[in-house]
């Protein structure tokens, strides 16, 4: 048994992996979230009950609380996903994904330095720092090619910026000051609880309604997908059994253009949710996101060579469990909604 200290623990993969850790481990976890519009409790409500699940309301860029929790709770490792996530956004918002992203990992970065050095023992030796980062900090591919761990880095959104300097910090944490840290990097995650400003789930709720599907440009940015459990299945394996100061890229083997997801999301609702009229009419080509990059695709051969992870999901797999679950909870998807983002344009620029 472990306590561990998860940031972002109610965003959509914190929520995940917060809740395999109570319901398929003896562990018991700290949950640190600020609750920001992508936090969501009600994603939480199977395990809220537990007695090894603790919720503390809070910013990562507090270090008073960071350093009080850590002296309270006394954890065997965090796991750090707290963090500004859409691109689209932090085109609106640079600042606000400098402070979450960067300012915050420097501060529970220095928290846990001084933390792990006052342990003594096996506490000490088996301390963890897992930094939860993505693939968009390697930049944009060509039509050939994978990302490797060591890809060099070439960030072109605020967003990808912002992972990319926290990436940068928790290495130089780890090689100047001891910290035993290691980082993911991770592809496009989707499945149940993601706050409708993704692809996926957009698409989803626009069909369901009976909206226009926006695609920007013409549909042929390539991402590769993995799906929210597989990625928690990874990120636990990295910390378990990774190798301080490495990165391990967790990767999905699920290319899709754009317009194929949209396409394909759309014939499932055909068969699951028929209408009178082929949800593909819905699609609308749309003005495309300033500095869109075209092609990103991880190899994820580091994690399964030394970690024995592959994912356990295709892409249609996944995606059918997914809209599955968005048909079935659609008062969550209300609920989430009645704030103040209506799945309206978002990253323009300007």
């Known amino acids: 048994m472990a306590k561990i200290l ?70 065997d490792a965090v796991m750090h996903l707290a963090a500004e996530t859409h691109v689209d956004r932090s085109i609106d918002e640079a600042e606000t994904f400098i402070q979450s992203n960067v300012i915050g990992t420097f501060t529970l970065l220095e928290a846990a330095r001084h933390y792990q050095r006052q342990l003594e023992g096996v506490k000490k030796s088996g301390f963890r720092f897992l930094h939860v980062s993505t693939d968009e900090v390697y930049g944009s591919l060509g039509p050939q090619g994978l990302f490797h761990e060591d890809t060099p880095y070439a960030p072109r ?34 499945g149940p609880y993601q706050f409708p400003e993704k692809l996926i789930p957009v698409t989803i709720l626009k069909a369901l309604a009976g909206e226009r599907i926006p695609v920007y440009g013409r549909g042929e940015n390539v991402r590769d997908w993995l799906f929210v459990d597989d990625h928690v299945r990874g990120l636990l394996a990295v910390l378990e059994r990774g190798r301080p100061g490495e990165t391990y890229n967790i990767g999905g083997h699920n290319e899709r253009t754009n317009l194929e997801v949209v396409t394909r999301i759309c014939e499932f609702l055909d068969e699951l949710e028929p209408r009178d009229q082929d949800h593909r009419r819905l699609i609308t080509f749309v003005q495309d996101r300033p500095g869109h990059d075209l092609r990103y695709a991880i190899d994820a051969g580091k994690i399964r060579r030394e970690l024995d992870w592959e994912p356990h999901e295709s892409f249609d797999t996944g995606l059918r469990k997914t809209i599955l679950w968005y048909l079935e909870n659609q008062e969550w998807c209300r609920q989430v909604l009645e704030g103040h983002y209506r799945l309206e344009r978002l990253g323009i620029g300007g």
């Open 6 to 75: 998860v940031t972002g623990g109610a965003g959509f993969i914190g929520s995940a992996l917060v809740r395999r850790l109570i319901q398929h481990s003896n562990h018991t976890v700290i949950n640190l979230d600020k609750l920001t519009y992508a936090g969501n409790p009600a994603s939480l409500a199977e395990v809220t009950a537990s007695p090894r699940y603790h919720f503390e309301a809070g910013d990562i860029c507090d270090r008073t609380l960071v350093e009080d929790l850590l002296k309270r709770h006394q954890p």
């Open 157 to 190: 959104s605020p967003y990808s910026a912002s992972k990319a300097a926290s990436d940068h910090l928790v290495r130089a944490w780890h090689h100047t000051y001891g910290l035993a840290t290691l980082i993911t990097n991770c592809s496009n995650n989707y």
